[in-house]
Nanobody, 123 residues
Framework: QVQLIESGGGLVQAGGSLRLSCVAS????????MGWFRQVPGKEREFVAA????????AYSDSMKGRFTISRGDPKNTVNLQMNSLKPEDTAVYYC????????????????WGQGIQVTVSS
């Protein structure tokens, strides 16, 4: 059974930082990209960041560039998201994702999803 387990969420003041982590298990994830999406109630899930299996390429949503940094952990079935200079509008449920994030079509269509973790940024 494939599982993506997120950790590190919580409540932080505006301007603060949080580090999200995700561990994937249940199959071999060799070659799989990993990344993060987020969703607020009433809105579509939006792309945050992604990283290739070897960490050689990364991608970010424009609104997160310069504030968020994605990295692969060790072993490579883990992914981290360092979030700095957080704003109240970053409040959302953050979802870990694996596979399908660097498709040739440009679509980001993950093969697997985590259950999500709440991040709340107070003003």
């Amino acid at each position: 059974q494939v599982q993506l387990i997120e950790s590190g969420g919580g409540l932080v003041q505006a301007g603060g930082s949080l580090r999200l982590s995700c561990v994937a298990s249940g199959r071999t994830f060799t070659g799989y990209s990993m990344g993060w999406f987020r969703q607020v109630p009433g809105k579509e899930r939006e792309f945050v960041a992604a990283i290739t299996w070897n960490g050689g390429s990364t991608a970010y949503s424009d609104s997160m560039k310069g504030r968020f940094t994605i990295s692969r952990g060790d072993p490579k079935n883990t992914v981290n998201l360092q979030m700095n200079s957080l704003k109240p509008e970053d409040t959302a449920v953050y979802y870990c994702a694996a596979g399908g994030l660097f498709r040739s079509s440009g679509d980001r269509d993950p093969n697997y999803w985590g259950q999500g973790i709440q991040v709340t940024v107070s003003s």
